[in-house]
């Protein structure tokens, strides 16, 4: 069984602050996502990345997946409170198969 | 709107009746996933499909469940004799092969209730 786990489960800020959400397993995964999700919605893909060591950037979010591919962080920058919301990362052992789920991060952006 | 639909949104039921769940996928994409998520949790995979062929099922899928996707299009869930704990949302995604990873995007869920 393929594990990921995510740290912190819980993160309440203030407005402005950085964070950084950790994604870790002890398995390889071909490819891993990163989600977000509000109440009541379905999530929505923020990004993949598929090769060890990658850096990919969306405005102040920036996300990095580990050299052997079994880890994965995700770090926001001056955080807003559009910005609260459950955080998910899910890993893909081979492409197109199933995505494995970490149970998530709730982040809390105060004003 | 071409993203993933799913039908209904909300669906309160009692216990013991069978309910029965639509998802349309985006057009071109081949696999349709099904996942259910319970409060604070992340999303559990229950099965996927490749065009009409039904490929992994989870554990978590008993006898009382099963997915069809026909036509290769949209899918059904259904679940037969609800439990209360079957309370849940019920999440479809889609993806397309060739694509990086497994790039699935999520419908909006469907909230079973059962009381």
């Known amino acids: 069984t393929q594990l990921l786990e995510q740290s912190p489960q819980f993160l309440s800020i203030q407005e402005g602050e950085n964070l950084t959400v950790y994604c870790n397993s002890s398995s390889v995964f071909s490819s891993l996502q990163w989600y977000r999700q509000e109440p009541g919605e379905g999530p929505v893909l923020l990004v993949t990345v598929v090769t060890g060591g990658e850096v990919k950037k969306l405005k102040r979010l920036t996300f990095q997946f580990g050299d052997a591919r079994k880890d994965s962080s995700l770090h926001i920058t001056a955080a807003q409170p559009g910005d609260t919301g459950l955080y998910l990362c899910a890993g893909a052992r081979t492409s197109g198969s199933r995505l494995t789920f970490g149970e998530g991060t709730q982040l809390t952006v105060n004003p | 709107d071409t993203g993933v639909s799913q039908d209904p949104r909300h669906k309160i039921t009692k216990r013991g009746q069978n309910v029965t769940f639509r998802c349309d996928p985006i057009s071109e994409h081949n696999r349709l996933y099904w996942y259910r998520q319970t409060l604070g949790q992340g999303p559990e995979f229950l099965t996927y499909f490749q065009n009409e062929a039904q490929l992994e099922k989870s554990r978590l899928l008993s006898d009382r469940f099963s997915a069809e996707r026909p036509k290769g299009s949209f899918s059904t869930l259904e679940i037969q004799r609800t439990e209360q704990g079957d309370s849940a949302m019920y999440l479809c995604?889609?993806?397309?092969?060739?694509?990086?990873?497994?790039?699935?995007?999520f419908g909006q869920g469907t909230r079973l209730t059962v009381v």
């Open positions: 995604a889609s993806s397309l092969d060739g694509y990086r990873g497994t790039e699935a995007f």
